[in-house]
């Protein structure tokens, strides 16, 4: 949890996301210690979340713990959580994806109408920024990705001509899996044919068209194969 100083309402909502993520009661000393604050401070925020439907028990010296059946409003961010959306809407807006490009300014906008206005603000002029030189960003292959984003989601299998490592052309038949980024654009997909994993980048590729046969496999199950076999974090698959 963070111990830097934060705004009334985004300790509140830290208190209450700390308490439900924790099984047994915790102290006061160390939710007081971990927001910053001093236990009085502590019980009078405890007490305000009471008194709005929380269900927190406790009492000093035995510790807190919040109880089924408070829901916290899911459209509600700590600075943090607001910076890294808008950190990740800018790149999605560098990359001259038109489709993404489209619908990230449409999901900065549905967040902001639900904020309060002073997150709205934070929303609107966070100091958070991109600078994507260094790597070639998205140009001719908008419709392309477009088509593997709804391949992937559809289970659709695809062909894909290519240059392999030699400069031949080459054609495939696969079950495409993710969009993988490292600098590039890499297509991650299953061949059912090699019983093998491919990854091809998505600008190596001078064709693709999307099948109405969909492929059995588990999707998530061969992504997580894939993501063993490339030493990737869980982290990378959510």
């Known amino acids: 949890m963070r111990s830097t100083e934060m705004s009334r309402t985004e300790r509140l909502i830290v208190l209450l996301q700390y308490l439900r993520q924790r099984r047994y009661p915790v102290s006061g000393k160390l ?3 971990d927001l910053n604050v001093s236990l009085r401070t502590l019980y009078r925020d405890i007490a305000l979340l009471n008194s709005q439907g929380a269900n927190i028990e406790g009492e000093p010296g035995l510790g807190y713990i919040l109880r089924p059946g408070f829901m916290l409003p899911p459209l509600m961010f700590t600075m943090d959580e607001i910076d890294a959306l808008v950190l990740g809407n800018k790149w999605v807006i560098e990359q001259n994806d038109v489709v993404l490009s489209k619908s990230a300014h449409s999901f900065i906008s549905k967040i902001a109408a639900v904020l309060p206005e002073e997150q709205r603000d934070q929303l609107y002029y966070s100091p958070m920024f991109v600078k994507t030189e260094g790597y070639s960003k998205v140009t001719n292959n908008n419709l392309m990705l477009s088509d593997i984003r709804r391949a992937i989601y559809h289970k659709s299998k695809i062909v894909i001509t290519f240059l392999d490592l030699n400069n031949t052309h080459t054609v495939k038949t696969t079950c495409p899996l993710s969009v993988f980024f490292n600098n590039e654009f890499f297509l991650v997909s299953w061949c059912e044919f090699s019983h093998n994993f491919l990854k ?15 492929y059995i496999q588990d999707r998530i199950l061969l992504l997580k194969k894939w993501s063993e076999k ?3 974090s869980d982290n990378n698959l959510s």
Do not use: M
């Open 230 to 232: 490339e030493g990737l």
């Open 31 to 33: 939710l007081a210690s």
């Open 200 to 214: 091809l980048q998505v600008g190596k590729i001078e064709k693709l068209e999307v099948l109405s046969e969909r």
